[in-house]
């Protein structure tokens, strides 16, 4: 790890002081990095393309909405090759929460997710989008099963 020195003046200390004690970071370290690595993923998003990334899409729609549902698992069926996963809630009688998670080149991830939102009947969409991007690191081990001691 590198150490990186930095000049602040006081009431920019003191507001990055504040932000990081209101959410919990033990060190200025810690959140420094995490803002850093935060501003650099933006970026990366930003620019898009067929970069690798994860992202998570959670939406509410109103499921008597008139074959919302249907049309919304058609899509992800149509995409099962960057569809991983998806939570279905109920919330009350009405409303439905979904969060689809999505891995694949950004462009395609992007496009899609923005879709699932659009959908008429959807409402309250967010992504969470996160870069895979390679950092350079090998991975020369191997993974071998370990059995946890509760299984048995």
């Known amino acids: 790890m590198r150490r990186v020195t930095l000049s602040l003046d006081d009431e920019l200390a003191d507001q990055f002081d504040q932000w990081a004690?209101?959410?919990q970071y033990g060190t200025r370290s810690e959140a420094f990095r995490d803002l850093l690595r935060s501003r650099l993923e933006t970026e990366e998003l930003?620019?898009?393309g067929t970069q690798e990334?994860?992202?998570a899409v959670s939406f509410v729609y109103d499921?008597?909405?008139?074959q919302l549902?249907?049309?919304?698992?058609?899509a992800q069926h149509a995409h099962h090759d960057i569809c991983l996963s998806t939570l279905h809630v109920h919330l009350d009688h009405d409303n439905c929460l979904e969060t689809?998670?999505?891995?694949g080149p950004m462009d395609t991830v992007m496009r899609f997710a923005e879709a699932l939102i659009a959908e008429r009947g959807v409402r309250h969409g967010k992504i969470l989008?996160?870069?895979?991007?390679?950092?350079g690191h090998s991975h020369?081990?191997?993974?071998?099963?370990?059995k946890a001691p509760f299984i048995r």
């Open 21 to 23: 004690e209101r959410h």
């Open 46 to 48: 930003a620019q898009g």
């Open 53 to 55: 990334c994860a992202a």
């Open 63 to 66: 499921h008597h909405e008139r």
């Open 69 to 74: 549902a249907s049309r919304l698992a058609e």
């Open 100 to 103: 689809t998670v999505l891995r």
């Open 129 to 135: 989008v996160v870069p895979m991007a390679e950092h």
């Open 140 to 146: 020369p081990h191997t993974h071998r099963a370990v």
